[in-house]
Nanobody
């Protein structure tokens, strides 16, 4: 099992910045992708950004140029730097980790951290 502990959420005014962190512990071998997803009230969970071990990153179109995902593989930690925040970025942000076992993949979720952007 993999345990994920998120931190860094909070309340910020539009235009402000926040940095989210997610530390993975437990069975962290074969982790190949770490990322962040957001769930706004009444909406489905959606991709924000992912970072693969090979260095490839992927972003939702709505956050490109404002958010930056990075990871420290030695610490099994992934970060999300969020700049120029907008009210529509409000939601619960969930850390996600994927382990590639060769014969299949396992995904794990954190408990979520609330981000609220006021206008």
């Amino acid at each position: 099992q993999v345990q994920l502990v998120e931190s860094g959420g909070g309340l910020v005014q539009a235009g402000g910045s926040l940095r989210l962190s997610c530390a993975a512990s437990g069975t962290t071998s074969r982790i190949n992708v770490m990322g962040w997803y957001r769930q706004a009230p009444g909406k489905q969970r959606e991709l924000v950004a992912t970072a693969a071990n090979a260095g490839h990153t992927n972003y939702a179109d709505s956050v490109k140029g404002r958010f930056t995902i990075s990871s420290d593989n030695s610490k099994n930690t992934v970060y999300l730097q969020m700049n120029s925040l907008k009210p529509e970025n409000t939601g619960v942000y969930y850390c996600n980790v994927e382990r590639n076992l060769g014969f299949g993949r396992l995904r794990y979720w954190g408990q979520g951290t609330q981000v609220t952007v006021s206008s």
